[in-house]
């Protein structure tokens, strides 16, 4: 059968390779055209992958009129895979390419009337975590606590936390720690939910600055 291919008149191929196995997503205006998630931590697999997904456009990758990418927080090795791979298609198909902080991302899909926080894994045993205003503004840095330490920082908060998928199923399987906090669950396909931002960010093109952050296991935020 002849694979049909998808017609859409302005395309983004959007990256989040730093968090957990990372994801990929082709997104025209609202929609999502393809995505592909548990591929996209390794740069064995990474372009492999956006091939793949390219071959449902009708021009292939050169259907792709702009290349959105995570600048994180994340993994160091996943962030430096991402970016790296951006802007290399971002310069063979001639197209620009932008970097989107993660945790704004997700921060901006919400419709929250009040402070909240969101955070993902970083690794195997840190969170790192931002929080917001409502409207999705900034409140403060991205900060990272090992998992234990942030089960101790939340402990008594009300306000909502977003946490994207695998730390929303760590947190959930600790209802007693996590007390009275508020849990909502960060879309699957985070690859998509950086398309979507890049569409409304003032920061379109220009160098991208990865945010790496760590847990600072001998330093207390009390």
Do not use: H
């Not at 591929?39 to 009129?65: Q, Y």
């Not at 908060?157 to 720690?177: C, D, H, M, V």
């Amino acid at each position: 059968m002849k694979k049909s291919k998808i017609v859409s008149p302005s395309v983004i191929l959007a990256i989040e390779s730093a968090i957990g196995q990372g994801s990929i997503a082709l997104v025209s205006g609202s929609r999502i055209l393809a995505e592909s998630r548990g591929e996209a931590s390794r740069s064995e697999t990474l372009s492999v992958e956006i091939e793949k997904l390219a071959d449902k456009l009708p021009a292939g990758l050169d259907s792709i009129g702009r290349i959105a990418v995570s600048s994180g927080p994340g993994s160091f090795t996943g962030l430096r895979i991402g970016i790296a791979t951006a802007l290399g298609l971002a310069r063979a198909l001639d197209v620009p390419v932008s970097g989107i902080a993660l945790l704004e991302a997700i921060a901006s899909q919400t419709a929250l009337e009040t402070d909240f926080m969101v955070a993902t894994s970083l690794g195997r045993s840190d969170v790192c975590f931002q929080y917001f205003s409502p409207g999705g503004i900034p409140a403060g840095p991205p900060q990272a606590l090992s998992f234990v330490e942030f089960t101790k920082f939340t402990a008594g908060r009300k306000n909502p936390l977003i946490a994207e998928s695998s730390l929303f199923g760590r947190i959930s399987g600790e209802t007693e720690a996590f007390g009275q906090l508020e849990l909502l669950r960060a879309p699957e396909n985070l690859a998509a939910v950086i398309a979507f931002q890049s569409e409304i960010s003032s920061d379109r093109e220009g160098k991208i600055e990865p945010i790496y952050v760590q847990s600072p296991r001998a330093i207390s935020v009390f």
